[in-house]
């Protein structure tokens, strides 16, 4: 099939759960044989490298830089316009929606857009067109604001209930556009069936499972390993959550511990902030096998977000016995005490990290429970192959239609 596939962000370098799913599925459709067109609307310029390797597996790598956050189009959008303050920050791009129009001239099986917040500079063209489109939705982004909301102050309360309406309309309006929608959960995609008024389909995250298989975790380490990308207002409060309540409670049972903190977009601050010698400030690690064969046990206290997590399904497909929020292991068919330990509260979490730590004839098989389902249901392989049934039925539907007489 020949795809134009749209993004608010260049999925390279994999930086975000988000990019990984991207960079995935795009190489692994490419390598099936479908020819695939990116348009990215980023806020990064993608740098001749990153460029390199995209172009190694597309027909076509477009990108238009998105304007600063701070620009006037976007405060008064965000004041005035009838879109969500996300919509607004990704859309009302005129050369955007110059070059979505001509692309449209060209005849394509299937286009697929990312996130619903991305949609506004499509719309129009689309309709105009009666191009069908698919849309991927990786959260319930109506009902994902609470970690970033909570960050405000209170005087803020009446724009935040405002955005939030918004954001509702907004989703449903993009949703019944769609032709198709696609979720990453079962469980978001019954809420969003809901709002979509239609059925939702599965494409489940996934895993480069080979890849992953050579990494081994070491007990003896009592290494705890959390990843996230801190653009991301989830992975910061679970961050924070860990190292003010949960670590505490841990070094008073397992002063030996270590807390590995890795990921992009790591505050400076946080140095200072924390300055336990126990805290290893990892940043960005392009290759993760090395550090999770070094780590014992891999903490998710996230109490925010959507979909499933990818930095989970990677740190189960490398075998690391995981400690977890029911959040955390959101979206995956994981059975509590066979195939992880869970917690809701920091005393909750402590307790399985200590259990974790302090028996690790019991927290191997455990991680190696979580290997054999990530590979049996996670698979990047798995994933492509739901995609592909999804953009099938996409084309079924179109032969169905009567020809205009």
């Not at 977009?265 to 400030?281: F, H, K, L, V």
């Not at 990892?282 to 499933?308: E, M």
């Not at 539907?397 to 009567?402: G, H, M, R």
Request: some cysteine; aromatic content about 8%.
């Amino acid at each position: 099939m020949r795809i134009l596939w749209i993004l608010p962000y260049s999925p390279w370098p994999a930086t975000s759960g988000g990019k990984t799913r991207q960079f995935h599925l795009l190489r692994s459709l490419a390598a099936r044989g479908h020819r695939i067109t990116l348009l990215l609307h980023d806020k990064h310029p993608v740098s001749p490298p990153d460029r390199q390797v995209l172009e190694a597996f597309l027909e076509q790598l477009i990108v238009l830089p998105r304007r600063p956050l701070r620009s006037v189009t976007t405060l008064l959008a965000g004041l005035l316009a009838p879109y969500p303050l996300l919509a607004s920050v990704n859309g009302l791009s005129g050369p955007l929606q110059d070059t979505f129009n001509w692309l449209l001239g060209e005849p394509w099986d299937v286009v697929q857009i990312e996130h619903s917040y991305s949609f506004q500079p499509y719309e129009a063209a689309l309709a105009r067109k009666s191009q069908a489109f698919v849309l991927t939705e990786h959260n319930v982004e109506s009902a994902l604001g609470a970690a970033t909301y909570d960050r405000l102050p209170n005087w803020a309360l009446p724009f935040i209930r405002y955005d939030q309406w918004r954001y509702a309309r907004w989703e449903r309006r993009v949703m019944r556009q769609a032709d198709h929608v696609v979720a990453v959960t079962q469980s978001d995609a019954q809420v969003l069936a809901t709002i979509a008024g239609k059925p939702v389909s599965v494409v489940v995250n996934g895993v480069d499972c080979d890849h992953f298989a050579a990494a081994r975790s070491d007990p003896s380490t009592h290494r705890v390993l959390f990843l996230g990308n801190y653009e991301y207002a989830p992975n910061v409060d679970a961050i924070e959550w860990a190292l003010d309540e949960i670590l505490p409670k841990v070094w008073e049972r397992c002063p030996q511990a270590r807390m590995s903190v890795c990921g992009f977009g790591m505050p400076a601050s946080w140095r200072e902030r924390w300055q336990d010698p126990r805290i290893e400030w990892q940043g960005f690690v392009p290759d993760l096998l090395t550090l999770q064969s070094s780590s014992s046990v891999f903490l998710a206290p996230l109490r925010h977000g959507g979909g499933s997590k990818l930095k989970v399904l990677e740190a189960l497909a490398a075998g690391l016995p995981l400690a977890s929020t029911e959040q955390g292991v959101s979206g995956l068919d994981l059975v509590e005490g066979l195939d992880y330990l869970g917690g809701q509260t920091a005393t909750g979490l402590a307790d399985a990290v200590v259990r974790l730590l302090q028996c690790p004839d019991a927290a191997a098989p455990m991680g190696e429970a979580g290997r054999a389902y990530v590979r049996r249901a996670h698979d990047w392989s798995v994933a492509a192959s739901q995609l592909e049934h999804v953009y099938a039925s996409l084309s079924a539907s179109k032969q169905k239609e009567p020809a205009c007489v």
